[in-house]
């Protein structure tokens, strides 16, 4: 999945880029089911493999992109990049090298099954769930917008 | 056994593999590419936690996520289509100015 990952970032075609980018999601999912995650699991596939995906490869072949030709690399964007990522790395075993206990306050049984996750919503969180449609229907009339080829 | 400890660690790795794409590459097509990895590494997160503490909510802040991720997608996907319009190009190093 790491090696997906890498090729994400490596790759000079944005298709294959693209396509190394829906691999992932897929084994994502895969990780979800095995932490018995089975609902964000489905929802991973269908949202992110699938719809956004989708547009991701839409846009690419829209917009007839190139592979990127090989001209000078920016090397300070290069060093920048690896020196960040070599120093997040850095960190995260500084703060993972004690195991991290987990709490044991949480009710005994959590399958993730659908009706396990979802209900929160119609009851705790009933609030966030509805700005969430707000926001994607703002979202949906701002793409709108954008798209329009002129607004005057 | 796997422990929360591996999980957090491959979150980890992933996240800091989006960090070095978003810096390095300059299409911005790329660029969104590697943020989703980010996303992604935060889901896994989030998830190992829920599953380890037991707590239901992390698989809940998950599906926010995936719900923002998605919308934030189409309009960032609507902003290049817009600014491939006008220059002809995706390549962050055009975009000197923001004036379009």
């Not at chain 1, 490596?10 to 980018?21: I, K």
């Not at chain 1, 999912?29 to 995906?53: D, K, R």
């Not at chain 2, 660690?9 to 911005?28: P, T």
Request: net charge positive.
């Amino acid at each position: 999945m790491l090696l997906c990952g890498f090729l994400v970032i490596a790759n000079r075609n944005p298709v294959a880029s693209a396509l190394f980018l829906v691999l992932l999601f897929v084994f994502m999912a895969g990780l979800f089911v095995l932490l018995e995650a089975f609902f964000i699991a489905a929802i991973q596939v269908l949202v992110y493999a699938g719809a956004v995906m989708v547009l991701f490869l839409f846009v690419i072949m829209l917009l007839d992109i190139k592979a990127s030709e090989r001209r000078k690399l920016n090397t300070v964007g290069i060093v920048g990049g690896v020196v960040v990522a070599l120093a997040f790395v850095w960190e995260l075993r500084i703060v993972l090298g004690p195991a991290v206990k987990p709490l044991t306050s949480g009710s005994a049984e959590l399958h993730g099954g659908l009706e396990q996750v979802v209900k929160p919503f119609f009851e705790q969180y009933m609030l966030p769930f509805e700005v969430t449609a707000l926001l994607l229907l703002v979202a949906m009339i701002g793409v709108v917008l954008l798209s329009k080829r002129d607004v005057k | 056994m796997i422990t929360l400890n591996h999980y957090l660690f491959v979150s980890g790795l992933l996240f800091a593999l989006g960090i070095a794409g978003v810096i390095i590459r300059r299409n911005a097509l790329v660029i969104y590419m590697a943020l989703e990895m980010n996303l992604n590494a935060a889901n896994l997160a989030l998830i190992a936690f829920s599953k380890f503490n037991k707590i239901v909510d992390g698989q809940i802040l998950v599906f926010f996520v995936i719900a923002i991720a998605a919308a934030e997608v189409a309009v960032g996907l609507a902003i290049i289509v817009a600014l491939y319009r006008r220059k002809q190009s995706v390549s962050v190093d055009e975009l000197k100015t923001m004036r379009l």
